[in-house]
């Protein structure tokens, strides 16, 4: 029944790892966004792709590689993880796209804890 | 730079009282403004989406009112209840941002029994 699942929940990692982390909706939606929060709480986009193709890069470090297989799906991979790296980061999807209505509906999240 | 305030930062209320959260942006020509509900350990639910040329919407014991002029919006909760607990985020969209959220930092509502 989840309509955006995100995994895993908890990622502890050392300094320098390559990890990836996944994302799936069911909605049917066409727009899928990758979000971060950090220790003081501010969320801000990262990236966001509407039917496979990317529409915002937010200046994110290239460290952080977005893939999106097909519009159900984007992935972040994230190469050479570094302390500051640690935060909690958000999937989300949204299907009307560009539209005064467009309503987000997130993941549950994933705390990525960089040591 | 579209800058989104929430004050106050935490608020404590008993069980059933009427409260009013509050947000602020910096620049008045936003698209739209969304409030969100932040569970621990959850992602975030939207609560309700005011178009820009609205003034209100409202779900239930929730209203959300919008004043672009002023560039503020409350969410009024009534006869809160426990289950209200939890973090409030308003974030405001701009006119060509690419569909980009600008959020606030919350309000951490914890309604006592």
């Known amino acids: 029944d989840t309509a955006v699942s995100q995994t895993p929940k908890y990622l502890v990692t050392q300094m320098g790892n390559d990890k990836s982390i996944k994302c799936e909706q069911n909605?049917?939606?066409?727009?899928m966004y990758w979000y971060k929060q950090d220790s003081k709480k501010f969320l801000k986009i990262m990236f966001s792709?509407?039917?496979?193709?990317?529409?915002i890069n937010e200046t994110v470090p290239n460290r952080f590689s977005p893939k999106s297989p097909d519009k159900a799906h984007l992935n972040l991979h994230i190469n050479s993880l570094e302390l500051g790296d640690s935060a909690v980061y958000f999937c989300?999807?949204?299907?009307?796209?560009?539209?005064?209505?467009?309503?987000?509906?997130f993941g549950s999240g994933t705390q990525l804890s960089v040591l | 730079k579209q800058e989104v305030t929430q004050i106050p930062a935490a608020l404590s209320v008993p069980e059933g009282e009427n409260l009013v959260l509050n947000c602020s942006f910096t620049?008045?020509?936003?698209?739209?403004l969304q409030w969100f509900r932040q569970d621990p350990g959850k992602g975030l639910t939207s609560l309700l989406l005011i178009q820009s040329s609205q003034r209100e919407q409202t779900s239930g014991r929730l209203n959300a009112s919008l004043d672009k002029s002023s560039g503020r919006s409350t969410l009024y909760i009534a006869a809160s209840q426990p289950g209200d607990s939890a973090t409030y985020l308003c974030a405001v969209r701009l006119p060509g941002s690419n569909y980009k959220l600008t959020f606030g930092k919350g309000t951490l509502l914890t309604v006592n029994p």
């Open positions: 909605l049917g939606h066409d727009t």
């Open positions: 792709y509407n039917n496979k193709e990317l529409i």
């Open positions: 620049d008045s020509a936003i698209y739209n």
């Open positions: 989300a999807s949204s299907q009307e796209q560009g539209s005064v209505n467009e309503k987000l509906f």
